[in-house]
């Protein structure tokens, strides 16, 4: 791995660095995140058309400008500094990706240009918390592996999917599109404002059992969406509920949606690393400002060894969680190269290099954010003590991304389970 950046992504950087210290301060973050939408929409629209960052990974062919994860991965670090609220991570990372992995290339042709435009957004829908159903976190703890089958919701509860009752009857010129989902899900990113669903269902009982990715449009009078109160304002998490929703299968019925899965898992929690990676940097950096002009017994608080040592470890904990992520962001473009995919290769599970760096790209980047936000409160004293004080922004930030994408130490224990450092419990 070449550690240098090409002109090209250093463009990237320092163009949505720019455009965002302009747009995006605290101020404009919070009442973003505290309106209908849950971000500026004039603000999206600017960064989509200036910067194309919607379609920042997505193939040229269907709008987007062809780069890959590290050139995401950069983006994503800038608007983890800001705390950009915006449709960027459940929209043009996690359901983007699926359709361009999963979808027919009819469905891609219709449905990626818009998004990759930022003139639409998606959300995906999952019956299970997201680090568990994209394959972040273990689902089974003796050996440190997912399953694969978390996303639908299993056999009861969560989404099902029939076959409408056309289908049903054997009616082969209905072919599979007709389809009905009932259930519903919580916890779902941007669930309450995507303009279309992409929804994780689970069908076939016990002798087909499996989990099938459908289309839904937001606006179907049979779903019921609402915005649920989050710890993190600036992530919005809805609600979503069907009540036999017609829907059309993404791609195939009958293809194995766990692969798609696990490869949009892996570039979503690159960007999550990537964002809490540079809101931790940020964290740091408004500390290491305010030590230098708050004074104590007459001197600086930054003047203090005990305040150096402690900024000292924030700083390499930063720097670690940092260069963990741009491996994992390079490891993974380096694998869809290898796969012939341009963003919609499926591989990524055990035994890959990139399986084992992301996940701890991940652990390293959660724990750096919580590390950085928990010494900003510390060492701004008393003012930081309420919750209207802006390092609590990040300090929010840093708890939610563990509830939603898998607390530290799962993280490590899959990155092990893949990389089979230990023997599985009862096998010798």
């Known amino acids: 791995m070449d550690p240098a950046l090409t002109p090209e992504q250093d463009a990237v950087r320092r163009t949505l660095r720019e455009?965002?210290?302009?747009?995006?301060?605290?101020?404009?973050?919070?009442?973003?995140?505290?309106?209908?939408?849950?971000?500026?929409?004039?603000?999206?629209?600017?960064?989509?058309?200036?910067?194309?960052?919607?379609?920042?990974?997505?193939?040229?062919?269907?709008?987007?400008?062809g780069l890959g994860p590290v050139e995401l991965?950069?983006?994503?670090?800038?608007?983890?500094?800001s705390l950009l609220p915006s449709p960027l991570l459940a929209s043009s990372v996690v359901a983007a990706t699926l359709i361009d992995a999963h979808g027919t290339d009819e469905q891609r042709a219709a449905l990626l240009p818009a998004l990759a435009s930022g003139e639409r957004t998606a959300a995906l829908v999952l019956a299970?918390?997201?680090?568990?159903?994209?394959?972040?976190?273990p689902a089974r703890?003796?050996?440190?592996?997912?399953d694969g089958t978390a996303a639908g919701g299993?056999?009861?509860?969560?989404?099902?999917?029939?076959?409408?009752?056309?289908?049903?009857?054997?009616?082969?010129?209905?072919?599979?599109?007709?389809?009905?989902?009932?259930?519903?899900?919580?916890?779902?990113?941007?669930g309450a404002r995507a303009d279309l669903l992409v929804v994780a269902a689970h069908t076939g009982g016990f002798p087909r059992s499996r989990t099938v990715l459908f289309l839904v449009q937001g606006d179907a009078p049979q779903v019921t969406r609402g915005r649920l109160a989050a710890m993190d304002d600036t992530r919005a998490l809805g609600r979503v509920e069907l009540r036999d929703v017609p829907a059309v299968p993404l791609g195939d019925p009958d293809r194995d949606a766990a692969p798609a899965l696990a490869r949009t898992g892996l570039l979503a929690a690159v960007a999550v690393a990537a964002e809490a990676a540079g809101a931790a940097d940020q964290c740091l950096a408004r500390t290491v400002e305010y030590v230098q002009v708050r004074k104590q017994f007459g001197r600086a608080v930054g003047s203090f060894q005990a305040v150096k040592h402690r900024l000292a470890d924030v700083y390499v904990a930063v720097e670690t969680a940092r260069s963990a992520v741009y491996y994992a962001a390079w490891a993974l473009a380096r694998q869809d190269e290898d796969e012939g995919g341009e963003g919609g290769s499926e591989g990524g599970g055990e035994g890959s290099e990139a399986g084992t760096a992301v996940p701890l790209a991940?652990?390293?980047?959660?724990?750096?954010?919580?590390?950085?936000?928990?010494?900003?409160?510390?060492?701004h004293g008393g003012i930081a003590i309420t919750w209207e004080h802006d390092a609590h922004l990040y300090f929010k930030r840093a708890a939610a991304d563990e509830l939603l994408f898998g607390p530290p130490h799962l993280l490590r224990t899959l990155a092990a389970g893949r990389a089979r450092l230990f023997a599985p419990a009862g096998r010798g």
């Open 154 to 190: 299993g056999r009861a509860g969560g989404i099902q999917a029939r076959p409408a009752p056309e289908n049903a009857a054997g009616n082969a010129s209905a072919g599979h599109d007709g389809w009905l989902l009932y259930g519903g899900a919580g916890q779902v990113l941007d």
């Open 19 to 65: 455009a965002l210290a302009k747009n995006c301060g605290t101020e404009e973050v919070r009442a973003a995140a505290a309106s209908p939408l849950g971000y500026d929409p004039a603000l999206w629209r600017q960064l989509a058309d200036q910067l194309g960052l919607p379609g920042l990974a997505l193939p040229a062919r269907y709008g987007g400008t």
């Open 141 to 146: 703890p003796d050996d440190g592996l997912p």
């Open 73 to 81: 991965a950069l983006a994503c670090e800038e608007t983890g500094r």
């Open 362 to 379: 991940l652990a390293h980047a959660l724990d750096a954010l919580r590390t950085a936000a928990g010494e900003a409160i510390q060492l």
């Open 128 to 137: 299970a918390p997201p680090a568990l159903a994209l394959g972040l976190t």
